[in-house]
């Protein structure tokens, strides 16, 4: 039986895998040219405690590593702006579109 489909039991039912989702889209990296940059990555590892942009990013670009650095990888950014919205509190985040061309290709719109 397909998850994917109403049931009896539960009519109307649809079984969504962000994950899967995400993986359709693709990402035309703009080399050299990263539309999102971290400014100050010691104000990240010393001065913000929660690091909310490792979870609350939609495409896990931020990373928290062992030293408690914060990385940031581009590829796959949705263009969101969740990350620049939410470090109101530093401003750390330096966030621009992508050029034309580049950046996120949504596979279903």
């Known amino acids: 039986m397909n998850?994917?489909?109403s049931t009896p039991a539960n009519?109307?039912?649809i079984s969504v895998n962000?994950?899967?989702?995400?993986?359709q889209n693709r990402y035309k990296v703009d080399a050299g040219r990263p539309h999102i940059r971290i400014k100050d990555a010691d104000i990240c590892?010393?001065?913000?405690?929660?690091?909310?942009?490792?979870?609350?990013?939609p495409a896990s670009c931020y990373k928290?590593?062992?030293?408690?650095?914060?990385?940031l990888i581009t590829d796959g950014c949705l263009e969101?702006?969740?990350c620049r919205i939410l470090c109101s509190e530093?401003?750390?985040?330096?966030?621009?579109?992508p050029r034309g061309g580049h950046g996120i290709l949504f596979k279903f719109g």
């Open 18 to 23: 962000v994950e899967e989702k995400l993986f």
């Open 64 to 71: 928290t590593e062992g030293n408690g650095t914060v990385t």
């Open 80 to 82: 969101c702006g969740s």
């Open 90 to 97: 530093f401003s750390n985040v330096d966030w621009e579109y």
């Open 3 to 5: 998850p994917n489909t």
């Open 11 to 13: 009519p109307g039912y």
């Open 45 to 57: 590892t010393h001065a913000c405690a929660s690091k909310s942009c490792t979870f609350v990013c």
